[in-house]
């Protein structure tokens, strides 16, 4: 019961969507710092080029760049299915971490024609569907395009050992008042359809969970830092919001932990783990 061996994901071959930056990345040099091949696909070359490149080799594990590919397509999709059939006969792990935060609507008006005349600028029909395309349906179709590689993965290393980690959001489970209407219903969304995938493709031997992460250094988070050179959110901000009682992000050893722990523990099926910092689930 040697945690090396509990957690070691040698001879793993993983896929990661959005896997050229933040919690992508965090996920597949996790894996790959602990002997998986990871592939990384997303929508820009250059992310992916970089991610590359954090990882040693001599550390263990590879991370290699697919070709681009934007989850909303469904051509690209089979294209990325493609190319990993190509290269691959199995799959033993996906992280759909592909998302977009979408629009802040931030109602603070009280009147309702004020009120309606903000959201009604700000979410706009055309923001709202890309954010669900995004956090919701590519999730979906990037897994069903995967089945038959998942499938042929939980066969070569037997024990439930095949697995989906969807990257939802404590913001899909919390009733949050942010003015983040599509972010936050599509991640609750994601949050379902993360239960009803794993219990639909256990009638094929394919685990699915999802990790609801709080605040973690990204892309995304550092869109909503006033200062532009900053990778995150600061902690102040984080405190200032109030709902995380840790008052800081998460770091990447964090996320590693969680991702690790659900690719290998095969008696975990359709759990919404949080990493949030403990936060009030109101
Ligand atoms: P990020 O912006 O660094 O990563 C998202 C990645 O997805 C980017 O590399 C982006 O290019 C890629 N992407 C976006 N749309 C795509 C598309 N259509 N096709 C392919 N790739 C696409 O931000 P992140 O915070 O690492 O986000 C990863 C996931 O984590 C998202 O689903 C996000 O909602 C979720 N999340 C993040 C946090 C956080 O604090 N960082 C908290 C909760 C949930």
């Not at 090396?4 to 969507?17: E, G, N, R």
């Not at 397509?73 to 089979?78: A, E, F, H, Q, T």
């Not at 709902?243 to 523990?265: I, Y």
Request: aromatic fraction near 6%; hydrophobic fraction near 40%.
């Amino acid at each position: 019961l040697q945690a090396s061996q509990l957690f070691s994901v040698k001879d793993y071959v993983c896929v990661v969507t959005g896997g050229g930056s933040g919690i992508g990345l965090m996920a597949a040099q996790a894996l790959a710092a602990n002997g998986a091949k990871v592939y990384i696909t997303g929508r820009r070359a250059d992310a992916l080029e970089r991610a590359v490149k954090s990882h040693d080799p001599a550390e263990g594990g590879e991370i290699i760049a697919l070709t681009t590919c934007d989850v909303t397509k469904k051509d690209d999709l089979s294209k990325l299915h493609d190319e990993l059939a190509k290269r691959e006969k199995y799959i033993n792990l996906l992280v759909c971490s592909a998302g977009i935060s979408g629009e802040k609507a931030e109602p603070d008006e009280s009147s309702a024609k004020s009120l309606k005349e903000k959201l009604w600028n700000n979410e706009t029909f055309e923001g709202w569907n890309e954010t669900y395309n995004t956090d919701v349906t590519a999730v979906y179709f990037t897994t069903v395009a995967l089945l038959p590689l998942l499938q042929a993965g939980t066969e070569s290393h037997g024990h439930l050992s095949a697995s989906v980690i969807v990257i939802s959001s404590m913001s899909g489970i919390m009733r949050h008042a942010q003015g983040h209407f599509s972010y936050n219903a599509a991640k609750g969304a994601t949050v379902h359809l993360t239960k009803l995938m794993s219990a639909e493709f256990m009638k094929v031997r394919i685990r699915v969970n999802s990790i609801a992460p709080g605040y973690f250094p990204s892309e995304m988070t550092a869109k909503e830092s006033d200062e532009q050179q900053k990778s995150s959110l600061p902690d102040e901000k984080i405190q200032e919001k109030g709902h995380v009682p840790m008052g800081r992000a998460g770091s990447d050893e964090e996320m590693a932990q969680a991702v690790l722990f659900l690719t290998k523990n095969a008696y975990v099926n359709g759990e919404i783990l949080a990493v949030d910092g403990g936060v009030l689930n109101v």
